[in-house]
């Protein structure tokens, strides 16, 4: 069973940074992609950043120049660091992580606030 469990929300002024974690219980497991997605109240889940194995990296247009993600893929974990953060990215930040089988696994979600 593939755990995912992410960590680091907080409350952040605007213009400030934080950094997500997200972590796997994945014995023998490779995922072929790891990613973040976000929710606000009365929004949908909208795709963040993600990164494959051989690190090729996808962000949202909105994020372009302010997040990085980067993974671990020995430890399969992934990490968000965000900077210059806009009250517009507060959200619940999920952690996703998907086997080369297209099999995903979604984490419960960590709160980021951006607010004076």
């Known amino acids: 069973q593939v755990q995912v469990v992410e960590s680091g929300g907080g409350l952040v002024q605007p213009g400030g940074s934080l950094r997500l974690s997200c972590t796997t219980s994945?014995?023998?497991?490779?995922?072929?992609?790891m990613g973040w997605h976000r929710q606000a109240p009365g929004k949908q889940r909208e795709l963040v950043a993600t990164?494959?194995?051989?690190?090729?990296?996808n962000y949202a247009d909105s994020v372009k120049g302010r997040f990085t993600i980067s993974r671990n893929n020995a430890e399969n974990t992934v990490y968000l660091q965000m900077n210059s953060l806009k009250p517009e990215d507060t959200a619940v930040y999920y952690c996703?992580?998907?086997?080369?089988?297209?099999?995903?696994?979604w984490g419960q979600g960590t709160q980021v606030t951006v607010s004076a």
């Open positions: 994945s014995s023998g497991f490779s995922f072929y992609l």
């Open positions: 990164v494959t194995t051989n690190g090729i990296t």
């Open positions: 996703q992580a998907t086997l080369y089988t297209s099999r995903a696994y």
